[in-house]
């Protein structure tokens, strides 16, 4: 995987405004945030994309990130907050080492806008579809 400004901040190479730190996770302040509070969740290993992330790694994550939210709620007083994790360009990853984007939703005008270009699932499509990813899981 190539070297990227995360792991530049793992390695204390370059600053952050560090949140919370264990063997596997880091946390820290987004520099450009979406609203106060917005804060990446990273795994120190170096995975680009969650589905190449280790289960070790993705189990730190897991155990942690609710506390993290927590501690938004806490500190920014906004009860309501999108978690996001980008895979891939084209799905707006500007960096390519595995975070979960913690984004507090103070209101209409701050945090993550989202569109969401829903289309009905008939009923036989989806029981392929699931049928496909259920042998895709064995
Ligand atoms: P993504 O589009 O999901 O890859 O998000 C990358 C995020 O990393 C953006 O929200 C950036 O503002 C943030 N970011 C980039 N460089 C830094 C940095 N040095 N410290 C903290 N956050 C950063």
Do not use: F, V
């Given at each position: 995987m190539s070297e990227t400004i995360f792991g530049k901040i793992i390695r204390g190479e370059i600053p952050c405004h560090k949140v919370y730190e264990d063997d596997r996770v880091l946390a820290f302040l987004d520099?450009?945030?979406?609203?106060?509070?917005?804060t990446l969740v990273i795994p120190?290993?170096?995975?680009?994309t969650l589905d190449t992330l280790s289960e070790e790694s993705a189990a730190a994550l897991g155990r942690v990130l609710p506390r993290i939210c927590r501690a938004v709620i806490a500190v920014t007083g906004v009860k309501e907050y999108n978690v996001l994790e980008n895979n891939g360009g084209g799905a707006h990853?500007?960096?390519?080492h595995v975070h979960f984007h913690i984004i507090p939703?103070?209101?209409?005008?701050?945090g993550l806008g989202i569109g969401w270009p829903m289309q009905p699932l008939a009923p036989p499509t989806g029981a392929a579809l699931a049928a496909k990813l259920r042998a895709a899981l064995e």
């Open positions: 520099i450009n945030p979406l609203s106060r509070g917005h120190k290993e170096p995975a680009q990853q500007a960096i390519a939703k103070p209101n209409h005008a701050e």
